[in-house]
């Protein structure tokens, strides 16, 4: 394979727009005039959608825009010295050291491993420095290539490259501090360095899982402590030696997400932090490890180290917190179920007609593509219909039969982890069989997924170990967990929902239910995709699976929460691409008209980079608009049979010119508010405050 960085991907000292999608433009072209690409711009089209998911720009004026594309046939790394800097998202400020990655699509690998080296390249000093002060294309190239592993060795590059970060995970790279270490006696335990081992990781598991580990590892060899560092990022992760962990005298968890296998951790001192701290607090947090590990009082990572596994919350997480998370891991499961689901029975619907549910499954069991069912009661595609109906319709109805057992077992599973899973589902099927509905299904994962997590902590003899995690477990969690749901709680949960929805047929055709559009579309528009977003769209997917043609409400609600979801993207890209431009940022403008298409589809974040950066204006503007098409919606009579697809599931929705507009009239008064607040409104201090020099961990959750 060709060097992934040659001197024709080299620009130095050159202008290549006035914003990011220019640069990054430019640089696709780049590409596939080297013959590495085919189409400049699909190229385009796949970094500028990475893009919008989470700005590239890094802290030290760096960018690193990356996509796997069909249109690449060759792995490039196209590098960019901007004069001047373009704003590629960083919090202290515009980039001017920029790296395109472009790598096939059935390469992940590839891209994955040559983004992580140079990720954790951009951690060293020496290394941008070098670049900015590199004088011509061969010098970039050898600089670059040696960072990625495709120049010469250490000691023949020496004088051309500067070193990349040693691997985290060897425990050499930290084991002998060198002369300069501290001498600090703190940093001691019984006389000798400390030994600490730390676990980084982030959402994405690339650029921030790899730059926290080297922060680390760097402050521990500054301060005189023995610490390695197992980062755990996409491609896979190289397990700290079991010796290495006995030995440790205090552990940090420096992740956003879960810690893979914590129980080879069990016992030992532990202190735990977003994996932004690793990078821009590495030092304090080596200290509050040496603080735990002299306190006898102090977390210790739970379970033992043969427990099946252990997902202890961490000490810094508050119990609200916690449960946020483990609801928000039950339903983003849940959720593939319900829009898979919910868009086969709304086709079904379209080529069977309503009637289907009456005997789909006689249908799809008598009749065959060969034997096709009569009569077809004046279908549009007559017999063929029918059959295909009842065939969607039937795919569709048993995937949302999964709904809250899905959610009870990931909910159990964010608890517990894999020895969580079997006693949820149980508890979910038993919160079905009792009526107790999606309500039943939270209350059963939780209670399978805290007993499940109990068990996983008790000390076992070592012949019965092995049983725990596939026999034990499972057994004694799904028989207590769904055991009261059986014997206590069900019913009471029954009635409760059976309440509920008598409440909500009540008010179909009365003002009552304008009120539930507003308080719904309130939701839908507070923090566009956050925990309050996905409250109200869970509530009205699970309502889905109740649904009928003799209660139809929860269509109602289900009409109300995808038009009030689709407000704010649309809005903005109304907003910023036609009411007042100049209101808004270039990059704004950018997103803008991506938000156009991702409004139409239900993709509420297609407004989030809008509401980064002026949270306050375009939160209240949103909540405004989207209460106006909740109230309309419901007003209107809209119903959706579909779960997810916006315009894109027309024939789900009716009716669906009360459907447009209600989005329309939503989308206006969002638009016109924000326009307003922005020409004759001050934007708050606190958001336009420059940034404090240590910047690394406020770009983290962008670009990890």
Same mark, same amino acid.
């Given at each position: 394979?060709?060097?992934?960085?040659?001197?024709?991907?080299?620009?130095?000292?050159?202008?290549?727009?006035?914003?990011?999608?220019?640069?990054?433009?430019?640089?696709?072209?780049?590409?596939?005039?080297?013959?590495?690409?085919?189409?400049?711009?699909?190229?385009?089209?796949?970094?500028?959608?990475?893009?919008?998911?989470?700005?590239?720009?890094?802290?030290?004026?760096?960018?690193?825009?990356?996509?796997?594309?069909?249109?690449?046939?060759?792995?490039?790394?196209?590098?960019?010295?901007?004069?001047?800097?373009?704003?590629?998202?960083?919090?202290?400020?515009?980039?001017?050291?920029?790296?395109?990655?472009?790598?096939?699509?059935?390469?992940?690998?590839?891209?994955?491993?040559?983004?992580?080296?140079?990720?954790?390249?951009?951690?060293?000093?020496?290394?941008?420095?070098?670049?900015?002060?590199?004088?011509?294309?061969?010098?970039?190239?050898?600089?670059?290539?040696?960072?990625?592993?495709?120049?010469?060795?250490? *000691?023949?590059? +020496?004088? @051309?490259?500067?070193? %990349?970060?040693?691997?985290?995970? !060897?425990? =050499?790279?930290? /084991? #002998?501090? &060198?002369?300069?270490?501290?001498?600090?006696?703190?940093?001691?335990?019984?006389?000798?360095?400390?030994?600490?081992? *730390?676990?980084? +990781?982030? @959402?994405?598991?690339? %650029?921030?899982?790899?730059?926290? !580990?080297? =922060?680390?590892? /760097? #402050?521990? &060899?500054?301060?005189?402590?023995?610490?390695?560092?197992?980062?755990?990022?996409?491609?896979?992760?190289?397990?700290?030696?079991?010796?290495?962990?006995?030995?440790?005298? %205090?552990?940090?968890?420096?992740?956003?997400?879960?810690?893979?296998?914590?129980?080879?951790?069990?016992?030992?001192?532990?202190?735990?932090?977003?994996?932004?701290?690793?990078?821009?607090?590495?030092?304090?947090?080596?200290?509050?490890?040496?603080?735990? %590990?002299?306190?006898?009082?102090?977390?210790?990572?739970?379970?033992?180290?043969?427990?099946?596994?252990?997902?202890?919350?961490?000490?810094?997480?508050?119990?609200?917190?916690?449960?946020?998370?483990?609801?928000?891991?039950?339903?983003?499961?849940?959720?593939?179920?319900?829009?898979?689901?919910?868009?086969?029975?709304?086709?079904?619907?379209?080529?069977?007609?309503?009637?289907?549910?009456?005997?789909?499954?006689?249908?799809?069991?008598?009749?065959?593509?060969?034997?096709?069912?009569?009569?077809?009661?004046?279908?549009?595609?007559?017999?063929?219909?029918?059959?295909?109906?009842?065939?969607?319709?039937?795919?569709?109805?048993?995937?949302?039969?999964?709904?809250?057992?899905?959610?009870?077992?990931?909910?159990?599973?964010?608890?517990?982890?894999?020895?969580?899973?079997?006693?949820?589902?149980?508890?979910?099927?038993?919160?079905?069989?009792?009526?107790?509905?999606?309500?039943?299904?939270?209350?059963?994962?939780?209670?399978?997924?805290?007993?499940?997590?109990?068990?996983?902590?008790?000390?076992?003899?070592?012949?019965?170990?092995?049983?725990?995690?596939?026999?034990?477990?499972?057994?004694?969690?799904?028989?207590?967990?769904?055991?009261?749901?059986?014997?206590?709680?069900?019913?009471?949960?029954?009635?409760?929902?059976?309440?509920?929805?008598?409440?909500?047929?009540?008010?179909?055709?009365?003002?009552?239910?304008?009120?539930?559009?507003?308080?719904?579309?309130?939701?839908?528009?507070?923090?566009?995709?956050?925990?309050?977003?996905?409250?109200?769209?869970?509530?009205?997917?699970?309502?889905?699976?109740?649904?009928?043609?003799?209660?139809?409400?929860?269509?109602?609600?289900?009409?109300?929460?995808?038009?009030?979801?689709?407000?704010?993207?649309?809005?903005?890209?109304?907003?910023?691409?036609?009411?007042?431009?100049?209101?808004?940022?270039?990059?704004?403008?950018?997103?803008?008209?991506?938000?156009?298409?991702?409004?139409?589809?239900?993709?509420?974040?297609?407004?989030?980079?809008?509401?980064?950066?002026?949270?306050?204006?375009?939160?209240?503007?949103?909540?405004?608009?989207?209460?106006?098409?909740?109230?309309?919606?419901?007003?209107?009579?809209?119903?959706?049979?579909?779960?997810?697809?916006?315009?894109?599931?027309?024939?789900?929705?009716?009716?669906?010119?009360?459907?447009?507009?209600?989005?329309?009239?939503?989308?206006?008064?969002?638009?016109?508010?924000?326009?307003?607040?922005?020409?004759?409104?001050?934007?708050?201090?606190?958001?336009?405050?420059?940034?404090?020099?240590?910047?690394?961990?406020?770009?983290?959750?962008?670009?990890?």
């Amino acid at each position: 394979m060709s060097p992934m960085i040659t001197r024709e991907l080299v620009s130095l000292d050159v202008a290549l727009g006035d914003d990011k999608a220019a640069v990054i433009r430019s640089l696709a072209e780049r590409v596939v005039a080297q013959g590495r690409a085919t189409d400049a711009g699909a190229l385009f089209d796949d970094a500028w959608a990475r893009e919008q998911q989470d700005a590239t720009g890094l802290p030290g004026g760096i960018a690193i825009p990356h996509a796997k594309s069909p249109a690449v046939t060759e792995p490039a790394l196209v590098f960019a010295r901007l004069a001047p800097a373009v704003d590629f998202g960083a919090a202290d400020g515009p980039s001017d050291l920029v790296f395109l990655i472009a790598a096939p699509a059935d390469a992940p690998q590839a891209h994955l491993a040559v983004l992580s080296k140079l990720a954790r390249s951009l951690m060293q000093d020496d290394f941008t420095a070098s670049l900015r002060a590199a004088t011509d294309d061969e010098a970039v190239v050898a600089i670059v290539a040696e960072a990625i592993g495709e120049g010469p060795t250490a *000691a023949e590059g +020496a004088t @051309a490259a500067a070193p %990349a970060a040693a691997p985290a995970t !060897a425990p =050499a790279a930290a /084991a #002998a501090p &060198t002369a300069t270490a501290s001498a600090d006696a703190t940093r001691h335990v019984d006389g000798r360095p400390a030994r600490i081992v *730390a676990v980084t +990781a982030c @959402a994405t598991g690339i %650029a921030h899982t790899f730059m926290a !580990a080297d =922060a680390l590892t /760097a #402050a521990g &060899t500054r301060e005189g402590v023995e610490l390695v560092v197992e980062p755990q990022g996409s491609s896979g992760y190289q397990a700290l030696p079991r010796e290495v962990i006995e030995a440790a005298d %205090a552990v940090i968890f420096a992740t956003d997400v879960d810690v893979r296998e914590p129980q080879r951790f069990a016992g030992k001192p532990v202190v735990r932090s977003g994996v932004k701290r690793g990078i821009e607090q590495p030092v304090q947090l080596i200290d509050e490890a040496l603080a735990a %590990a002299r306190d006898p009082r102090g977390e210790r990572v739970a379970g033992t180290a043969d427990a099946g596994a252990s997902t202890q919350a961490a000490a810094t997480e508050s119990f609200g917190r916690r449960i946020q998370r483990i609801l928000l891991t039950g339903i983003s499961y849940m959720i593939p179920f319900v829009a898979g689901g919910g868009l086969l029975i709304a086709l079904g619907f379209a080529l069977a007609g309503y009637t289907v549910t009456e005997n789909a499954a006689t249908i799809i069991i008598d009749n065959s593509l060969w034997n096709l069912p009569t009569p077809t009661d004046g279908l549009a595609l007559g017999p063929v219909g029918l059959y295909l109906g009842s065939v969607f319709f039937m795919i569709g109805a048993t995937s949302m039969g999964f709904l809250v057992s899905a959610l009870a077992g990931y909910i159990a599973f964010a608890i517990a982890d894999r020895p969580g899973i079997a006693p949820g589902f149980v508890a979910g099927a038993v919160a079905v069989l009792m009526n107790a509905g999606f309500i039943g299904g939270i209350i059963g994962g939780l209670l399978a997924g805290m007993v499940a997590l109990w068990l996983t902590r008790l000390p076992a003899p070592r012949w019965l170990r092995g049983l725990m995690p596939v026999v034990i477990i499972p057994l004694v969690a799904s028989i207590a967990a769904s055991g009261l749901m059986v014997l206590v709680l069900g019913r009471p949960i029954a009635a409760l929902m059976t309440g509920l929805t008598e409440w909500l047929n009540g008010l179909a055709g009365t003002s009552g239910i304008v009120l539930v559009g507003v308080i719904l579309g309130l939701m839908m528009c507070f923090d566009l995709g956050g925990p309050v977003n996905k409250v109200a769209y869970a509530f009205a997917t699970a309502g889905l699976a109740a649904a009928s043609t003799d209660s139809t409400t929860p269509y109602l609600i289900m009409g109300a929460v995808m038009a009030a979801g689709m407000v704010p993207p649309l809005a903005m890209a109304l907003a910023s691409t036609v009411l007042s431009r100049s209101s808004f940022t270039p990059v704004e403008r950018e997103n803008g008209k991506a938000a156009w298409l991702l409004g139409a589809a239900f993709i509420s974040e297609g407004a989030i980079p809008f509401a980064a950066a002026d949270p306050l204006r375009v939160i209240a503007a949103s909540m405004a608009g989207g209460a106006v098409t909740g109230a309309l919606s419901m007003a209107l009579g809209v119903q959706s049979l579909a779960p997810h697809g916006g315009v894109f599931v027309f024939f789900a929705i009716t009716p669906f010119l009360g459907f447009l507009v209600s989005i329309i009239a939503g989308t206006v008064v969002t638009a016109l508010i924000v326009v307003a607040l922005k020409r004759f409104t001050r934007r708050p201090v606190a958001e336009v405050a420059s940034p404090a020099p240590a910047t690394a961990g406020a770009t983290a959750g962008a670009t990890a």
